[in-house]
């Protein structure tokens, strides 16, 4: 498909009237065409405008009509065949097998996202019926659904130009939920942005669907997004990368007259906790596992092991040099961006004032290369940097060296909030790890035995958030079906008649959904 470099507003193709921006071959580094519009304020109200005005009749599509228009998304980002791969490499520097992986994710949870529609069990309805007779008070008929929470902003990330881009988890679970979407799509990839906003497009039109469900916004800084967000008829905001990022958005959403909840996941480091027994048995495996954990995709993965605490001693530095040994063998890896190499090479400068350089990667070929670097610093030098707690976007780590466990469950106390946390352990070392927990649950949104964090699956159980600042709302998963959450809110119909009723909460229940009524589980 011939890209045109135009926004997209409901079915319409837009130029922006704004500054003009292209991609950047991560390979050479040089400008790729076409060339893409920012678009004005204007016409980002035009595509809010559009999303409020198919709002309504969205939300109440049947879950079989909604269900049909996720899967027909997938497919239409499934025909677009190897161009989307070929436009995503070259955009991104990211390798074929990872972004042909990323595409079935994309494509998976869409088609999650349909099958989560069509349980209802999202839609958690309850019904209290009327006790006229009840003394000393009568009750009313009470019946509860919950809706889409109205049009939803979508901002897509630097490190996933397809699962968490335009037709990405926040977008899948936005309109799953009800929601029309607007993308702000990123800079780095405006092209693969454009190609599947409109496999979104032929998707609406082929499922027959208002056109304001779905546009797609192109800008070459802040001002665009800064506008969406502030618009009157968003609702709620999706959000994945940095921590000023979000913040930004957060403050512009709480700014507002009418506040917006920013579902926006930003910054861990996440710890891997090495206990004494696992080191003593398996210390060279752990470090093999641990560096390949932390190099994959040069490190640009939000679920990267930034952290190892463990206790000092001989099985920690037999880990310490594996390890080491390990990353210095690595391969320097290309950036998404020259921005993201840049501050990857200025965190590393940084941690290397406040922890010892044990180990670096290959040299790369340019300056978009991310070498692997690892640190180790003692735990009273972990304590009193607090560098050495900041989340560096790439393939670093640092080893933090404890005396003992109790340091070790201190410095965990002290760690701020946490997308995942990892458990490396063996059997005599339960003792130990049951005392940690607790501190976990209340550091992380996911924790792992004997696994390493990258890589996230696509289920019903999956937690991909945590206590701030890993997200901005710790109540909430940006991955897996109880995502859809996020987006909705629950309404109380009290005596409607039944015809007056929506569908799901008649007695005759016809999209035979899972219902409470009376305090009795009624299932379909």
């Known amino acids: 498909m011939e890209l045109t470099g135009h926004s997209l507003i409901g079915q319409s193709s837009v130029p922006g009237a704004g500054t003009r921006f292209t991609a950047i071959d991560a390979a050479t580094g040089e400008p790729m065409s076409p060339s ?75 088609r999650l996202f349909a099958t989560v529609v069509q349980r209802g069990e999202w ?39 397809l699962a968490f881009s335009v037709a990405g988890g926040d977008t899948a679970s936005a309109l799953a939920a009800g929601c029309p979407v607007v993308v702000k799509a990123h800079p780095a990839h405006p092209g693969t942005s454009e190609l599947v906003g409109r496999a979104i497009q032929r998707a609406i ?35 994945t990368g940095s921590r000023t990022g979000g913040l930004a958005l957060t403050r512009i959403a709480q700014s507002r007259p009418q506040p917006i909840p920013v579902y926006a996941e930003m910054s861990s480091i996440n710890p891997v906790f090495l206990f004494p027994e696992a080191l003593q048995h398996r210390a060279d495996d752990l470090a093999e596992g641990f560096v390949a954990s932390m190099t ?53 400068l940084k941690r290397a ?25 003692r735990a009273a030098e972990f304590r009193k940097n607090p560098t050495l707690r900041e989340e560096v976007f790439g393939a670093a780590s640092v080893i933090v060296e404890c005396d003992d466990l109790d340091e070790m469950q201190a410095l965990a106390e002290q760690l701020e909030g946490q997308l995942t946390a990892t458990l490396q352990l063996d059997d005599g070392d339960w003792t130990a790890v049951q005392r940690l927990v607790p501190t976990l649950e209340r550091r992380a949104g ?18 991909h958030g945590g206590p701030f600042p890993a997200t901005t709302d710790t109540r909430s998963t940006s991955v897996g079906s109880a995502a859809i959450q996020r987006f909705l809110r629950p309404v109380c119909y009290q005596d409607f008649p039944e015809t007056l009723l929506p569908a799901s909460l008649r007695d005759d229940n016809p999209f035979g959904v899972s219902r409470l009524v009376n305090g009795e589980r009624e299932y379909r």
Request: aromatic share 6%; hydrophobic share 40%; with cysteine.
């Open 123 to 161: 839609m958690d309805v309850r019904v209290d019926t009327a006790q006229p007779e009840r003394t000393p008070m009568p009750r009313s008929d009470l019946r509860q659904r919950h809706i889409g929470i109205g049009p939803v902003a979508v901002f897509g990330a630097s490190n996933f130009p």
């Open 205 to 239: 039109a082929r499922c027959d669907l208002a056109e304001g469900v779905f546009s797609l916004i192109f800008d070459a800084g802040h001002d665009a997004g800064a506008t969406l967000v502030a618009h009157p008829d968003i609702q709620a905001v999706g959000f």
């Open 353 to 377: 004032d406040a922890a010892n350089q044990v180990a670096q990667g290959e040299p790369g070929p340019s300056n978009l290369a991310g070498r692997s670097t690892l640190f180790k610093a």
């Open 446 to 463: 996911r924790l792992l035995v004997n696994g390493w964090p990258t890589g996230v699956e696509v289920c019903d159980a999956m937690v």
């Open 36 to 110: 893409f519009g920012s678009l004005s304020p204007d016409q980002v109200d035009q595509a809010c405008h559009l999303a409020a005005k198919a709002f309504d009749a969205y939300r109440e599509t049947p879950p079989n009509e909604r269900a049909r228009f996720l899967d027909t998304i997938a497919d239409e980002i499934e025909a677009l065949g190897d161009g989307l791969i070929r436009r995503a490499m070259a955009e991104s520097g990211l390798p074929r097998p990872r972004l042909e992986g990323e595409r079935g994710r994309t494509c998976n949870q869409l």
């Open 296 to 348: 994959l995709g040069a490190g640009q993965f939000c679920t990267n092991p930034g952290l190892v605490l463990a206790v000092r001693g001989d099985d920690l530095n037999r880990f310490v040099e594996t390890a080491a040994r390990r990353v210095r063998e690595t391969k320097a890896q290309t950036m998404l961006t020259p921005g993201i190499a840049e501050a990857y090479r200025t965190g590393c």
